[in-house]
């Protein structure tokens, strides 16, 4: 009898288990409340919002043409003279789509690929107008220089901005049809129509991809070879280095490490003497260990150029700062490559 009463009960274990098993199931029930309540409302007002584009689509294209033009004030302010590095170019792509992709849910319509590239064009123009430059100057067609500003800015940032934001458009009407059941089985010209500019669509967004790896990845620049081997003493580096509180660009080549410095500062404005020293003066790094240095204002270091406009910074100008320059490569490239004794 003494044994019964001190021997557990296997009813009250199977109870206290079962109760606390559904206290468990009710304390992640009430946990799951208000993520459900959050998921309904956004759905609820999706719904809403999809029923007003589909009843006037002038909402649609309104809504389309207002999401361009804020993107055009924002992009306008951030970068007056378009994309300049890598990040504000890949940046741009992502922009670009996203407002495409806006402009083509809120028309659903092939006409969200003319009307959100307009739009953001011409907001953009009118918010950069106050800056100055030759790439933000008037369109002068009739000289060289005109032509490759022209090229530089307008026809780059149109590959960057503009070819993702009506990529993003079709894209993005395509699926809106689809989903709110707008579209018709197609046949014969039309399909082949179809098919056409999918194919179309396709290629070009691959492109575009690519664009965006070739874009994001690292510059550099090609060893130092002789019959194809690289050099054993030789340095090939184009890195960028703090020098008198600026992150600047330099391009160190040279075939030995022991050969004297010879250094050459790009004088602008602009642009970048990277290339040029590459095609015509790779001879001097035989004998020579070329530092190729894009001041501020220049090339790799453009985005530096407020600090050199009419001395008016406070700021010395770079061919002021030997010192910064000299402590950099004798305690930083040279000891790296010297030989270890």
């Known amino acids: 009898m003494r044994d019964l009463e001190e021997r557990p ?19 992640q029930d009430r ?31 309104t809504v389309a043409a207002g999401a361009a033009a804020t993107a055009a004030v924002v992009v306008g302010w951030w970068t007056p003279r378009g994309p300049l590095t890598t990040s504000q170019a890949v940046t ?41 430059g030759p790439t933000v100057d008037a369109i002068r067609p009739g000289s060289t220089y005109g032509v490759l500003a022209f090229v530089v800015e307008r026809v780059f940032h ?20 689809r989903h709110h059941g707008d579209t018709s089985v197609q046949h014969g010209r039309a399909r082949a129509g179809l098919f056409v500019r999918r ?47 600026h992150d600047l660009a330099l391009m160190i080549r040279g075939a030995s490490t022991d ?5 050459y500062l790009a004088g602008g404005p602009g642009g970048s003497e990277l290339g040029a020293i590459r095609n015509h003066l790779s001879s001097l790094e035989q004998d020579f260990l070329v530092v190729t240095w894009d001041q501020r204002g220049t090339g790799k270091s453009y985005p530096h150029k407020e600090m050199v406009l009419f001395g008016t910074s406070g700021h010395r100008p770079l061919f002021e700062q030997p010192a910064a320059f000299q402590e950099f490569m004798v305690g930083t490239v040279l000891a790296d490559t010297a030989p270890s004794t």
């Open 199 to 245: 194919t179309f669509a396709v290629a070009t967004t691959l492109g575009m991809v690519g664009l965006a790896v070739g874009i994001a990845r690292p510059a550099g620049t090609d060893q130092i070879r002789v019959d194809g081997e690289p050099v054993p003493a030789s340095i090939a580096e184009l890195i960028r280095v703090d020098i008198g509180g």
């Open 158 to 177: 149109g590959l960057v901005a503009l070819v993702p934001m009506m990529i993003g458009a079709a894209f993005a009407a395509a699926w809106a049809c």
């Open 92 to 132: 741009a792509m992502v922009i670009g789509a996203v407002v495409g992709a806006l402009a083509g849910v809120a028309t659903r319509s092939r006409w969200a690929l003319l009307l959100a590239p307009v739009v953001f064009v011409a907001v953009f123009e009118l918010v950069r107008i106050g800056a100055d």
């Open 9 to 27: 009960s296997p009813v009250g274990e199977s109870i206290t288990s079962s109760t606390s098993a559904t206290n468990e199931r009710f304390d």
């Open 31 to 61: 946990s799951t409340v208000p993520a459900r309540d959050r998921s309904q409302r956004v759905e609820r007002l999706i719904d809403r919002v999809t029923t007003l584009l589909r009843r006037d689509r002038r909402v649609g294209f």
């Open 259 to 263: 050969n004297p410095i010879l250094l």
